[in-house]
């Protein structure tokens, strides 16, 4: 993609609210598919110096988690109605870990409306589900190296902590998008 065309592909998908956006031809054959991290992969390739504001700049500090004996069926909710594919673990303040999506129908918890508390047991718990450790950097680290993790891991969003690994805010790939844009000089939504 031309380098205008990643612009205004990466403020329509934020303007969607969308990680991901199908690429087409003139006739408007599917090409591809361009997600947040292909262009997240091309800032930090062409516009490094343009994320080097500290992730406190830009994280979310309203942080919806969860803590280890919520059980499966809660977080299933959180998830949908929130519209979230991750959430952090907290126990005592800190994050001991990440539960995803992708951990729970990796474990078989892939019908959400199943995973009920219905019944005598109270099922599994995000305990033995999440991932651990969380990947998390400090709040003055700056967005570039936020940037960097995200594409290199594979993840959807990093979590910010403190040196004690108190949790304070999150930063997920819509942000560093948008925060790129904003250093172009140009309005993201």
Known sequence: ???????????????????????TDEERRLLGVLG???IIHYILEKHMDKLQRPVSDVMETKIVYVE?????????????????AAL???????????????????????RPDFESSSGHRRGP???????????????????????????????????VA?????LQGVVDRSDVVASWLKAMGIRPL
């Open 1 to 23: 993609l031309p380098s205008g065309s990643i612009v205004e592909a990466a403020r329509q998908m934020l303007r969607a609210d969308e990680w991901y956006a199908p690429l």
């Open 36 to 38: 947040l991290e292909d």
């Open 68 to 84: 280890p004996d919520t059980p499966i069926y809660k977080v299933w909710q959180m998830m949908l109605s929130r519209r979230l």
């Open 88 to 110: 952090p673990v907290i126990k005592n303040g800190k994050i001991i870990g990440v539960i995803a999506e992708h951990d729970l129908i990796t474990h078989g918890f892939t």
């Open 125 to 159: 718990t995000v305990g033995e589900v999440m991932s651990t450790p969380a990947v998390t950097i400090e709040p003055d680290t700056p967005l570039s190296e936020a940037a960097r993790l995200i594409v290199e891991r594979d993840i959807g969003r990093i979590y």
């Open 162 to 166: 403190d040196s004690s690994g108190m």
